[in-house]
């Protein structure tokens, strides 16, 4: 099984529509040709978004000036009820069946399965040091730090800041709900298939409505220095903190076949796949 992540709808160089090896004025002007349906044989969709607007226009522009501008990333819609597209491959990954990062729960900065990172609560950047000082995301007066006070935050969904994919990726960006990841994996909707792509073992979701796939590779989980379950176990990151303020909830899955969801603690490196909104 092969799939493509992360590609630019120009593969030569991106801003390139006329394919002359070089984003200049013409690119710009056949972009905004496309637009009032002037153009011709080109591929003006340079967000590969699958239309051509302003917003490619905008990016021309800004590669243009020598702007930087933000990578695409491939993305799929699987018919959903909520409605959300899923990107095709994991964050900090370039290929469908690569890990990418192992991010813990509200933290932003990502390790490579080889990286040396610890991942615990004595490096969490949301507690004191322990699990009973949270200075953020918390519902317990019993998981909060005294100084901040008597009452807790109350804040049980990442904000912006705090979410991997929006970090990483750009505002149009973000880690699913809860319930997307049970909408993805409802047996209503999708099916799910163990399989082997490339070398690396996971779970294949597919849609029962349009018959498009996204493939989550078993990239295990991290925790202090050690990756475990790598090749038999998937962790994947939702944006909900879980009953405990301690925990966060993810969508958890393994070489048995089964999918289910867990309250894991924030400080584990988990694997983050991202969506965004048609």
């Not at 953020?136 to 912006?160: N, Q, R």
């Amino acid at each position: 099984i092969a799939m493509l992540c992360c590609l630019q709808p120009n593969a030569a160089l991106r801003g390139d529509v006329n394919g002359d090896n070089n984003v200049d004025v013409s690119d710009i002007n056949i972009v905004i040709n496309e637009i009032l349906g002037k153009g011709g044989t080109y591929n003006a969709d340079v967000n590969g978004d699958g239309t051509t607007d302003v917003s490619d226009i905008n990016i021309v522009i800004n590669i243009v000036l020598g702007k930087d501008v933000p990578e695409t990333h491939e993305y799929v819609d699987l018919g959903l009820p909520g409605g959300v597209l899923w990107a095709t491959c994991n964050v900090g990954a370039e290929k469908p069946e690569d890990y990418g990062l192992y991010f813990a729960w509200g933290e932003t900065t990502g390790y490579a399965k080889d990286e040396e990172h610890k991942f615990s609560w004595s490096n969490y950047k949301y507690c004191n040091g322990s699990a009973e000082k949270m200075t953020k995301y918390s519902t317990s007066t019993a998981f909060w730090h005294p100084a901040l006070g008597t009452s807790p935050d109350g804040i049980t969904v990442l904000e912006d800041m705090d979410d991997a994919a929006t970090a990483n990726w750009g505002d149009e960006w973000r880690m699913p709900s809860l319930q997307e990841v049970r909408d993805l994996t409802n047996t209503g909707y999708t099916t799910t298939e163990w399989v082997t792509v490339n070398g690396d073992s996971g779970r294949m979701i597919t849609s029962k409505s349009n018959g498009k796939s996204i493939f989550l590779p078993a990239a295990g989980s991290r925790y202090d220095s050690k990756l475990s379950n790598e090749g038999y176990d998937g962790s994947y990151w939702t944006r909900d903190l879980g009953l405990s303020s301690l925990r966060g909830s993810s969508l958890e899955f393994d070489d048995s076949g089964i999918v289910y969801f867990e309250l894991t603690s924030r400080s584990v490196g988990q694997s983050v796949r991202a969506v965004r909104a048609k």
